[in-house]
């Protein structure tokens, strides 16, 4: 089981100081059976007057920084080493009655996952659920794995991955449109494909790990934060599907925060005091890296790089 070291630096400078507002940090990784948090720890400067943790609405652990006094850099640090345990794809076992598609959702689980198939963009032409239907075969039905698949990959080859340093996500039928993006805007076009085809979907936000294999490296989106998708699939939970780089499964995915949206699971957010002249830039970095034994301060980081976010 790979050991993997995560250090998140975002720095905010300004060209005098300034106060600033109450900042919610979303970098600690939700701990669980396929990703054991082994230490974190976070540093901020100017230190806070006041810090404290909180579980969101979604079981997101949520760090909540309070500051008085001003000054001219805000930075948040954040060093994380878990324990991940990749699945092969496909290999979720699936309820018999969930291997085809369409099926039901029991009742006892729709009041809690009604949400979470509920269409959240508008889709007045209807192009998103088009391009959906397309995995599905003639008579309407489809085989859940493949057809999630083959959603998965069609988006990681046919569209064209594009940093976008811009806060927020591109509308799901623009994504569509113009046929590149982000992965925060893969991640939300097939969280409302899926869901135009009854399933239930979540944003996730986290990190990924991005090794070089054969002198290349293996994925996009790495540097900075990155986004997927769960779809609840009966027998099998939350299932991760990466439309970026058309991973099927958590390989190389370091979970963080689920939310029902993007706008719910932003990595850092806060307000600060001043003109707004006095902003001058943001930085973030990130670098995952894997350990090459269980002690992280003895062991020696195995060569790998993180593609630019």
């Not at 669980?32 to 909180?54: K, N």
């Not at 958590?250 to 706008?263: F, K, Q, S, Y």
């Amino acid at each position: 089981m790979p050991i993997l070291s995560v250090d998140h630096v975002t720095t905010y400078r300004y060209r005098q100081p300034v106060g600033f507002g109450e900042h919610r940090i979303l970098f600690r990784p939700r701990d669980s059976w396929d990703q054991r948090l082994i230490a974190a720890s976070l540093a901020i400067t100017p230190e806070p007057q006041s810090l404290h943790w909180i579980h969101d609405v979604f079981g997101n652990c949520v760090a909540v920084a309070r500051f008085r006094g001003r000054a001219d850099e805000l930075r948040f640090a954040c060093r994380i080493t878990l324990e991940h345990t990749p699945e092969p794809p496909l290999a979720f076992a699936l309820a018999p009655r969930a291997a085809r598609h369409p099926f039901a959702y029991d009742a006892d689980e729709m009041p809690d996952l009604a949400r979470c198939i509920e269409r959240q963009h508008p889709d007045r032409s209807r192009a998103v659920e088009s391009w959906a239907r397309r995995f599905l075969d003639p008579d309407g039905t489809a085989d859940t794995r493949a057809l999630l698949a083959a959603m998965t990959t069609a988006l990681h080859r046919d569209f064209t991955y594009e940093a976008r340093i811009e806060k927020g996500v591109q509308e799901p039928a623009e994504t569509l449109r113009l046929r590149r993006g982000t992965c925060r805007d893969f991640a939300l076009l097939m969280i409302e494909a899926v869901r135009a085809l009854g399933f239930a979907a979540r944003f996730v936000s986290g990190y990924i790990y991005v090794p070089e294999r054969d002198g290349i490296a293996a994925h996009l989106g790495g540097g900075s934060t990155h986004a997927w998708v769960q779809v609840y699939l009966p027998g099998a939970g939350w299932v991760e599907f990466d439309p970026t780089n058309g991973i099927v499964g958590n390989r190389d995915l370091i979970r963080v925060a689920v939310a029902r949206h993007p706008g719910q699971a932003v990595p850092l957010h806060g307000s600060w005091i001043g003109r707004p002249e006095d902003f001058l830039d943001m930085t973030v970095s990130v670098r995952v890296s894997e350990t090459a034994g269980a002690d992280e301060y003895g062991a020696r980081p195995r060569a790998g790089r993180l593609a630019a976010d």
